[in-house]
C-alpha cells in the first residue's frame, strides 16, 4: 500500500497493491500494519458502515466531537464519489481549509479522514456504494455537522442538475462560524 498526504497533510489518499491476470485481481482491502505505517500508530478501527446512495446524493459535512471523535477510511465499491475532508480543529493554522479527491470503485483508493475533521461525499454515479472504517462508535449526542455549501469554506463540488439532494439534517446544518468545532 502506498499513501498519499493532501494538501492538508494529515488528510491521506491510500492506494492498495492490484494483482492482475487473467482470472481477475486481488488486492488486500486493509492492513494495521500498512496503515500505522502511512499514517501514525496508535489508531484502531471499531466500527465499519455501508452506505448507498443515487447519483446527486450529498452527504455531509459530519464529524464528532470529543470524547467521541472519530477517523474515518473511506472506500467506494461500488460507483464514483467526489470526497472532502474539511479541517474543524479551531486552534490549526489551517481551520477550514478543505482537500478532496475522486474516489472510485474501479481506483481502489481510500481516504483517510483523521479525527478533528469533517467529512462529505457527493455520488457521481447512478448508484454508489461506500464503506467507511471509524475509529470511535456512533455517538449522536457527539454528532455535528456544518453546511455544505459555506461560502466561508468554499469547496468546489461537481455541479448537480437541480443541485444535489440532501437530508433534512444536511440542509440545516449551520455555518463553521457558527459550529460547534474542536
Avoid at 11 to 24: A, I, N, T, Y
Wanted: charged share 20%; glycine share 8%.
Amino acid at each position: 500500500m502506498k499513501g498519499y498526504p493532501l494538501e492538508l497533510p494529515e488528510v491521506v489518499l491510500l492506494e492498495p497493491r492490484v494483482f492482475k491476470d487473467e482470472r481477475g485481481w486481488f488486492f488486500e482491502s486493509f492492513s494495521q500494519p500498512a496503515f500505522e505505517a502511512l499514517v501514525g500508530s496508535g489508531l484502531s478501527f471499531v466500527q465499519d458502515n455501508h452506505s448507498c446512495s443515487e447519483a446527486g446524493v450529498l452527504r455531509g459535512l459530519h464529524y464528532q466531537l470529543p470524547p467521541k471523535a472519530q477517523g474515518k477510511l473511506v472506500r467506494v465499491v461500488a460507483g464514483a464519489v467526489f470526497d472532502v475532508a474539511v479541517d474543524v480543529r479551531r486552534r490549526s493554522s489551517t481551520f477550514g481549509a478543505w482537500v478532496a479527491a475522486e474516489l472510485t470503485a474501479q481506483g481502489r483508493q481510500q481516504l483517510w479522514v483523521p479525527p478533528g475533521f469533517a467529512h462529505g461525499f457527493l455520488s457521481l454515479s447512478e448508484r454508489t456504494e461506500v464503506l467507511y472504517k471509524t475509529t470511535n462508535v456512533y455517538a449522536p449526542e457527539q454528532e455535528r455537522a456544518i453546511a455544505w455549501d459555506d461560502p466561508a469554506i468554499g469547496i468546489h463540488w461537481p455541479t448537480v442538475p437541480d443541485g444535489p439532494r440532501l437530508s433534512p439534517k444536511d440542509a440545516e446544518a449551520p455555518s463553521l462560524a457558527c459550529a460547534e468545532v474542536f
